[in-house]
C-alpha cells in the first residue's frame, strides 16, 4: 500500500501486479450468529468467496458497517471488525478503508478487489459433458443458522458447527482452481447447491446430475430439518427453479429439500474432466480439504436442467 488508513487519506493507493486483471466483488449480511468476532470472521469469508471462486487472489478489501452505535456497545463493533481483520490476514490480503453508518440494524462485510490471470477465470457457462462435480463443504448451514437465530437447543454446539464451516476460507480449493486452471466453479451460497449448479447448468445450456446419497450433509442439519426446521429461502429456492429441475421419485423428501438449503460461505463446486477427477480429489484432499464427488455433466440442453437423483 502506498498510502492509506494509517494517514487518515480519504482513499487508499495500491501497487498492482503488471499482467494482472480485477476481479470485484461485495457482500453484506446480519449476523447469523451470537458471537460478534465470529460473525466478523464468517462475513469476510463470505466476502471473499466469489474472490477465489472466479480463480482469483483476494487484494484489497474495505469494510461496510452498519451499526446502531447509540443503543449497543462499541466493544461489540470491535469485535465485528477485529474478526472481519483477522480473516482478511488470513487470506493475506490488505484491508484499505471502508464506510460505516448508524443504522438500527446490524449489517458488517465486505467490498473485496482480488488479482486474477485475464486467461485463467472460471465462468459457470465452462460445463463440458462428461465433466464430474465435486464439493468442497458440506451442506446444511442455513438450516443450523436459522437454529442459531431460534435459540434451539444446544444452540452453543450449533454455532460452534456453523463458524467451523462458513468462517472457513476457501483459499486452499481456490489455489487448486488456479494451479490446475479449472474453468467451471462456482462458490454455493444463498442459492444453495442446487440453484447454483442449475445456474451453471443454464449459463452452459447443459444437463446435470446431482446424486444426494454423494452430497455431505451436516448431520445436525438432517436432524433438525427433519423437524421442520428449514428456512423459506430454501423452500423458494427451490420453486424458483421450477421447471428446470426434476426430482427423482426415489430421492427422499428431505434431503431433496437440503439440496435447496441457502449456505452462507459455502465451499466451492467445481466441474473437471473425467480423466482429472481423481488428481483434484487428491489435491483438495492433500490441502485437507473435502472433495466430495457429487454428480456429473450429462448432456446438452438448450435450457439448461437439473436432474436431482440418489
Known sequence: MITGTSDNEDAAILHFPAGKALVQTL???????NDPYRFGQIAAANSLSDVYAMGGEPWCAMNIVCFPIKDMPRDMLRDIILGGYDK???????????????????????????????????????LAVGDQLILTKPIGTGVIATAVKANWDGRDALEDTLYTWAGRLNDRSGRVVREMRIRAVTD?????????????????????????????????????AGMGMIPAGSFANKQHCGNHVTVDAAVPALQGDLVFDAQTSGGLLMAVPEHRLAETVSRLEDAGELAAHVGEVTGDHSCGHLHVLP
Not at 457482500?27 to 450468529?33: M, N
Not at 478503508?97 to 467490498?111: A, F, T, W
Not at 443454464?202 to 451436516?218: D, G, I, N, Y
Request: charged share 20%.
Open 27 to 33: 457482500d453484506f449480511f446480519t449476523p447469523i450468529v
Open 88 to 126: 482478511l490476514r488470513e487470506s493475506r490480503a490488505v484491508l484499505a478503508g471502508g464506510h460505516s453508518v448508524e443504522d438500527p440494524e446490524i449489517k458488517y462485510g465486505l467490498s473485496v478487489t482480488g488479482i486474477i490471470d485475464p486467461d485463467g477465470y472460471t465462468s459457470n457457462a465452462a
Open 188 to 224: 454455493i451460497t444463498g442459492f444453495g447447491l442446487g440453484g447454483h449448479l442449475l445456474e451453471m447448468a443454464r449459463a452452459s445450456r447443459r444437463s446435470v446430475a446431482l446424486h444426494v446419497s454423494r452430497v455431505p450433509f451436516l448431520d445436525q442439519a438432517v436432524e433438525l
